[in-house]
């Protein structure tokens, strides 16, 4: 008997093709696109052909040495994201090279888009980013706001692929982009390959109903590849469920592609939620085996207590100990990072392994 099924129904199944046309013209309201209407008629004959072929990847190559099955077709654009992540951790692990810090601003909002302001992650985010100026650090900023302001920039949401079975859940994701679906434009190849290079991490993020910006939170779901991800595709054929559950259950290693990174979190909110947010994302990045810089850069703090949302940057600029705290939290990342770096910290998960990895 079967240790398992794989269970079906749930898919709501395929668009009519009036449905299909409608949401595809829905990109063209603008009647600037008027005179070109034929021509997005036979745009959209193409894209429907797609969909109903599900040509998630209409450009493959054979995957080639180094796969367990080097004949099987791969993406060329989830192969070359591969080849990047791995030029970047022999980058990340040079110790000639000087130390990267991955800064991330989890705020959705900037003055680029109907806010019309700049946030105050953002602000806190500029000072830490000082602050490892001043360490002699490089510093990447993450300003995961152009998600809201910037063109056919997306984090598509994670698929759950993992809940199948930990082997179908590819490292780096494999289920974007999607052209069939028009799922494209997926920022998390690029960030994928920031967090590789750094050597710690500082997220820098407002608190949205008592949990952690959207944004942020698509960002943290779609790292779950880091996560005990399977860096070969061709192991289980792309998506076959069947097959990485019999991977999973003839015993799977769970690799934790970002242990060792160091981290540092600065939560803020205005009248509740700081804490725990804070002490959520602290959970996560030590549960992906990154290694928290000391309680210095653990920080959740209210700006505006209670006040007036029009004059919380205001409230902010009176808060001088707040810069202070957030450019300590920095130099407590530096120090950290630099010691497990040199070898003087040792990572205190050295040389023991999970009786129970998941």
């Known amino acids: 008997m079967a ?23 829905e990109r063209f309201v603008d009647p600037a696109f008027d005179p070109e209407r034929e021509s997005i008629a036979r745009l959209e004959s193409i894209a429907w052909e797609a969909y109903c072929d599900g040509r998630k990847a209409p450009s493959t190559v054979p995957a080639g040495p180094g796969f367990a099955d080097p004949a ?6 989830w192969l070359a ?28 909002r900037n003055d680029d888009t109907c806010p019309s302001e700049m946030s105050k992650s953002w602000r806190l985010s500029r000072a830490a980013i000082e602050a490892l100026g001043a360490e002699g650090v490089v510093a990447d900023h993450l300003d995961l706001s152009r ?67 959207s944004p942020l939170k698509l960002m943290i779901d ?34 934790q592609h970002l ?5 540092a979190v600065v939560v803020h909110g205005d009248v509740a939620g700081t804490e725990g947010v804070r002490r959520a994302l602290s959970d996560w990045l030590e549960w992906m085996g990154l290694v928290d810089a000391g309680s210095y850069a653990k920080l959740d703090r ?35 990072t630099r010691d497990i770096r040199s070898g003087e910290t040792r990572r205190p998960e050295r040389g023991l392994s999970r009786p129970r990895p998941k």
């Open 259 to 263: 242990a060792g990174r160091t981290f």
């Open 81 to 108: 994201t591969k080849r990047r992540l791995e030029s970047a951790q022999r980058q990340h692990d040079d110790r000639t090279t000087s130390t990267r810090i991955l800064v991330v601003t989890g705020s959705s």
């Open 222 to 255: 779609r790292l779950v590849c880091a996560d005990g991800g399977n860096p070969d595709p061709t192991r289980t054929h792309g998506k076959d469920p069947a097959r990485a559950k019999g991977i999973e259950l003839a015993g799977w290693s769970y690799p």
């Open 3 to 25: 240790l398992y099924t794989i269970r079906k129904g749930q898919g709501p199944g395929k668009l009519s093709r009036e449905e299909f046309g409608r949401r595809f013209r």
């Open 72 to 77: 099987y077709p791969v993406s060329t654009e």
């Open 147 to 213: 998600l809201t302001s910037e063109y056919g920039r997306h984090i598509h949401p994670c698929k759950g692929c993992v809940s199948t079975a930990m082997p179908l859940c590819h490292w780096p994701c494999s289920c974007y982009p999607n052209h069939s679906l028009g799922q494209v434009n997926d920022a998390m190849a690029e960030i994928y390959e920031r967090w590789v290079l750094a050597h710690g991490v500082m997220i820098v993020t407002p608190v949205y109903w008592y949990m952690a910006s």
């Open 302 to 336: 209210y700006i505006g207590y209670y006040a007036p949302y029009a004059t919380s940057h205001e409230a902010l600029d009176e808060d001088e100990a707040l810069f202070t705290e957030v450019k300590n939290a920095a130099r407590a990342l530096v120090r950290v």
